[in-house]
């Protein structure tokens, strides 16, 4: 154990070693760091704010400074580690029409538990044999701007469809950050790989994406499907649902990056349940609140509740009766 403090004992790039290979060791696929600094891009996250894009998710205003500026979040930062983890598993489903589909990520276990025990534990390490070190960890719960610091720290890019892509394990990943309170050797930020690839704004069911790296959450089956509390939804998403009753993956589903690169992940938490893959909508809808949190325990369907959930699956039996 490294004891005294940290600069008596090794530079900054040895530190940065130290960091990297406790980010490893705890199972994280993809490690990154930035300097924590203010998001040089805020003006234009504040624009997409200002024109209602986030629709109904006004925590995306909440703590708004503190999201672009990390060192107001946490006092003292001095470096932002980005990590990610990969949840791809090759089941696709059935395809037959009339079951209920369920967005890759969502299929297992909750990922802000894992991800976050994982980041506790590598600062808990860290602080074990780093004296003087202190951090915060961070899923996206927390106001981050998870996916600009990925990029920032060269863990992938943020694609046309918004989500972050990385060069060998595509778009399938989950995010997360350490910010610290000490100096590391920053990482160069990666380049944009997606060339002139159109194909996710161009499958984008709803026309949510109005632009290549320009998201409309107000036009998203995610976001209606996820976010939204109401009960109607516009009848331009009921008739685009497909069966989708958590989440939308079209864009990263025809995405060239994860076609080419997504390998099964090796996380068993996130492997899909079997109960709740490829159910017939009326089977999902005949479920009591009792059966529903049992059945979605420690699982990210929660979120919208029993009441949100069997409101989208009544929107995809309504747009198949109307067929």
């Known amino acids: ?10 530079d900054s790039t040895e530190l940065t ?81 009339g079951r209920g589909i369920i967005s890759r990520f969502a299929r297992g276990d909750d990922y802000h538990d894992i991800l ?26 927390a106001p981050v701007a998870e996916k600009y610091w990925a990029a ?19 778009s399938w990943v989950f995010l997360g950050e350490l910010i610290l309170n000490m100096d590391l050797v920053c990482d160069t930020p990666m380049q944009d790989f997606c060339g002139t690839c ?19 959450a107000t036009r998203c089956i995610a976001y209606w499907t996820i976010e939204y509390r109401g009960e109607g939804f516009p009848e331009t998403i009921t008739q685009r649902l497909d069966d989708r009753v958590f989440g939308c ?7 060239p990056w994860n076609r080419k690169c997504a390998v099964p992940t090796d996380v068993e938490a996130f492997s899909p349940r079997v109960e709740n893959m490829d159910q017939p909508l ?5 479920m009591d609140e009792e059966t529903f949190r049992r059945r979605f325990r420690n699982s990210p369907v929660k979120r919208p509740k029993w009441k949100g959930f069997l409101r989208n699956v009544l929107h995809a039996l309504a747009r198949i009766v109307h067929e």
Request: glycine residues 8%.
């Open 1 to 10: 154990m490294l004891r005294g403090r940290w600069s008596d004992r090794m």
């Open 17 to 97: 070693r130290l960091v990297k290979s406790r980010a490893r060791d705890a199972g994280f696929h993809r490690v990154g760091i930035a300097r924590a600094e203010q998001v040089d891009a805020s003006h234009r996250f504040r624009a997409w704010l200002e024109a209602g894009r986030h629709g109904e998710m006004a925590y995306m205003e909440d703590h708004l400074e503190r999201r672009l500026d990390p060192r107001l979040l946490f006092p003292g930062a001095r470096s932002v580690v980005s990590v990610a983890l990969n949840y791809y598993a090759p089941h696709a489903g059935t395809g037959e029409a």
């Open 116 to 141: 976050k025990d994982r980041l506790y534990l590598v600062l808990r390490s860290l602080e074990a044999e780093v004296e003087g070190l202190e951090g915060k960890c961070c899923v996206d719960t």
């Open 152 to 170: 920032r720290s060269g863990v992938g890019w943020i694609g046309k469809h918004t989500n972050l892509v990385t060069r060998d394990l595509g």
């Open 198 to 216: 159109n194909r996710c704004v161009d499958a984008c069911p709803t026309g949510a994406l109005r632009a290549p790296y320009q998201l409309d």
């Open 249 to 255: 993956d079209a864009c990263q589903d025809v995405c």
């Open 282 to 286: 009326e089977t999902l809808l005949e």
